[in-house]
């Protein structure tokens, strides 16, 4: 009977008519295991390493975007000030209208109804160094924290008083980002 399987007596394995035994070696089993085994650990480190991208990715996005948002803050406020200082340290070899903080007098604008337009506020944007943050602090003391992970902060005026605000952002890929941006307070010619 040409083409006929039988059941051998011994387990695992089927014998052909033509006496050929079919079956796996404990070799090829071995093999088999080594193949797959390798070709998991490969797709699972892929994952793993798409899933740090991912992760990373998302927070360089969310430190950039608090960034743009401080100097938004910072250059919408600018527009609208009173009196510009520097008050705190010039940074060594740069100019003297160059600081890492700028105070500011601008109108009450939001807070007019509680001091009836009398007092202006008064604001201060500073670069905290051993925190690395960019802070805002009030008239009131009142402290609030911009950006993280600030690794330079400068303000500077030039001679039409355009100030230019500079703040470089650790993303902690090894590449710096800088957002620079300028703004021309109304109330200086």
């Known amino acids: 009977m040409r083409g006929r399987v039988e059941s051998s007596h011994r387990f695992g394995s089927l014998q052909c008519c033509c006496g050929h035994q079919r079956g796996f070696t404990l070799l090829e089993l071995i093999m088999v295991l080594v193949i797959a085994g390798t070709l998991a650990g490969v797709s699972v480190s892929f994952m793993m390493d798409t899933a740090q991208v991912y992760s990373n990715s998302a927070k360089q996005l969310e430190l950039m975007e608090q960034g743009r948002q401080a100097i938004r803050m910072i250059a919408k406020e600018v527009r609208v000030a009173n009196d510009i200082s520097f ?17 500011f007098d601008r109108p009450a604008g939001e807070l007019w109804w509680v001091n009836q337009g009398k007092f202006p506020t008064n604001l201060t944007y500073a670069y905290d160094v051993p925190e690395k943050r960019v ?17 330079d902060f400068s303000i500077s005026r030039d001679s039409y008083n355009l ?27």
């Open 135 to 151: 802070t805002r602090v009030s008239d009131h003391q009142i402290e609030v924290p911009l950006v993280d992970n600030v690794t």
């Open 87 to 103: 008050p705190s340290y010039p940074l060594p070899g740069n100019p003297p209208n160059n600081s890492d903080s700028i105070r």
């Open 163 to 189: 100030i230019t605000i500079s703040i470089t952002l650790d993303n902690g890929s090894g590449r710096p980002l800088t957002l620079i941006t300028s703004a021309q307070p109304r109330g200086f010619n």
